[in-house]
């Protein structure tokens, strides 16, 4: 009888565990189907539930923690690369979760990151100035006036968040072998170039200098995640 029991238990654990894998997949792909449709991708993304059981997770409607690699996407003419969603503290009844319905998800917080190549980084930088990686810097370069005389120059600039824009500050500047003074061309290498394609209701947290672009990192507080993608 005790043996019988032993089984049976074993069984019973087999079959709750495997409810609870398939309700996470079912979940997932659910997710994964409507972040396409928000995105307009042509692809699925790869979504992760983290936490162990899913269903104890479900049946409170409360998610640890949901990641969303989005892969390349396009949003408002800008090209995004390698774009990972984290949404922690995610609210969610267990219906909306398992048909993928995110209109009532709401993230305590969700942190965006993707890469903006310097192509269109450059498309929203002052007239004539570009944008390069200089090796683990950042370059600008462009025609400046110093001392009633147009001349092109590169300066090394630091880049620093500042709402959903990026604050661009120089820190040396070079002509052809010659320094010049920073504070005569301060004005002329200091600008804010804003960053479109960003998800909705977020503002930059973060920015990091890549060969390819600017990894920009974003954060925002009780984000619904329909309101994500960018419209």
Known sequence: ?????????????GVVIAAD???????????????????????KPKVKIKGFPFLNQALNGRYGEIDVNVGDVTQLGVHL????????GVDAPLSDALHGDASKMVADTAT???TVSYDDVNKQAPHGMKVSAKGSALQVRGPVTVLGMSRTLSATVTVRPSGRKIRVLPQTVDAGGATIPVALVQQ????TMPVKGLPANTTISDVQVQPDGLRVT??????????LAEH
């Open 1 to 13: 009888m005790r043996k019988v029991l032993v089984i049976f238990l074993i069984l019973l654990i």
């Open 188 to 191: 002329a290498f200091t600008f």
């Open 112 to 114: 965006s990151t993707a």
């Open 21 to 43: 894998r398939i309700g996470l997949w079912v979940a997932q792909d659910q997710i994964a189907k409507e972040v396409a449709s928000q995105y307009g991708l042509d692809h």
């Open 81 to 88: 690369t390698n774009t990972m969603v984290t949404l922690k």
């Open 218 to 227: 974003t954060t925002g507080q009780h984000v619904n995640l329909e309101s």
